[in-house]
């Protein structure tokens, strides 16, 4: 690793940690990302997490205050775009019709998106509108 891989890995790790510690797993391969949609049944919540300042102060906020509500999601999983690129792209494989945002979120039931949310609805928005947003999806899907 070189040192400009080392310093971002040290400046996103909290980034990261944020919503691991949520209960997200972190997928960094597309091999990782392509088993996970292959094999997972279910409704899924994905976070493509991003350094970017709605990603710190929206979206991840957002994600973990949605999560409190009553529900339960099979899986969540998140990948990292600019950081592990090429699981990011793979997982954007998956969002058919959809253009790449980040940060964004996604709701799956099993390999399909059933609801989006771009950077467009992120950014610029409040973060209890993103939740409700979210919640609303979870709703509507019977989480």
């Known amino acids: 690793m070189n040192a400009y891989e080392e ?6 790790q909290p980034m990261r940690d ?9 997928l960094t391969t597309p091999e990782q990302v392509e088993s ?9 919540l994905v976070v493509i997490n991003s350094v970017c300042g709605c990603a710190a102060g929206l979206a991840r906020p957002a994600v973990i205050e949605a999560l409190k509500q009553e529900g339960k999601l099979d899986n969540l999983v998140t990948v990292f775009a600019g950081q592990d690129r090429e699981a990011t792209d793979k997982m954007r494989e998956y ?10 979120i996604a709701l799956m039931e099993n390999d399909e998106v059933i609801h989006f949310i771009p950077r467009e609805e992120i950014e610029g928005h409040e973060l209890e509108d993103i939740s409700t947003n979210l ?3 979870f709703q509507r899907h019977n989480i």
Not at 18 to 26: M, S
Not at 95 to 104: L, M, N, T, Y
Request: proline share 5%; charged share 15%.
């Open 36 to 44: 996970f949609v292959t094999n997972a049944k279910g409704k899924s």
């Open 18 to 26: 944020e919503l691991t510690t949520a209960g997200f797993t972190e």
């Open 135 to 137: 919640t609303s999806a």
């Open 7 to 12: 310093y971002m890995k040290q400046i996103t």
């Open 95 to 104: 969002f058919v019709g959809i253009e790449p945002s980040s940060p964004s």
